[in-house]
């Protein structure tokens, strides 16, 4: 009696899957029936790629440009700085001119001068 059993269900009609598979389930009328469906499903899924992508490269352009800004601020912070420096320079060399102090500018910054050799004793 096992054996029959096991002959019996290997002798049913294929499942779902197995008609999926094999295109038994899905016929031509199914199509001709559902093509509005399909139609509208392939559009939307294309519709939905195509969003990503622009998504993706609009996201890349965004981190480019904020880049692009972190460099120019950090840019125009040296220039302010440079700019201030030199406003402060020229309000400084107008207060030694006008108090007449015998202070003078040096364009060069000051050397410093180390011993590189211990000198010599007494002769």
Same mark, same amino acid.
């Given at each position: 009696?096992? =054996? #029959?059993?096991?002959?019996? *269900?290997?002798?049913? =009609?294929?499942?779902? %899957? #197995?008609?999926? !598979? $094999?295109?038994?389930?899905? =016929?031509? &009328?199914?199509?001709?029936?559902?093509a509005?469906?399909?139609? %509208?499903i392939?559009?939307?899924?294309i @519709?939905?790629?195509?969003?990503?992508y622009r998504?993706?490269?609009r996201?890349?352009?965004?981190?480019a +440009?904020?880049?692009?800004?972190? !460099?120019?601020? *950090? !840019?125009?912070? #040296?220039?302010?700085q440079? $700019?201030?420096?030199?406003?402060r320079?020229? &309000?400084?060399? !107008?207060?030694?001119r006008?108090?007449? +102090?015998p202070?003078?500018?040096?364009?060069?910054p000051? $050397? %410093?001068? *180390?011993? =590189?050799?211990p000198?010599? @004793? #007494?002769?």
């Amino acid at each position: 009696m096992k =054996s #029959d059993k096991k002959t019996d *269900s290997k002798h049913k =009609s294929p499942g779902w %899957v #197995d008609e999926l !598979r $094999y295109g038994q389930s899905i =016929s031509l &009328e199914f199509f001709r029936t559902n093509a509005w469906l399909l139609l %509208v499903i392939i559009v939307v899924v294309i @519709a939905l790629m195509g969003l990503r992508y622009r998504t993706k490269t609009r996201m890349e352009e965004i981190k480019a +440009l904020t880049n692009e800004l972190h !460099r120019t601020e *950090s !840019r125009m912070l #040296d220039e302010k700085q440079r $700019y201030m420096t030199l406003i402060r320079e020229t &309000e400084m060399k !107008r207060m030694v001119r006008e108090r007449g +102090l015998p202070l003078e500018f040096q364009e060069q910054p000051p $050397y %410093v001068i *180390s011993k =590189s050799q211990p000198e010599p @004793a #007494d002769k």
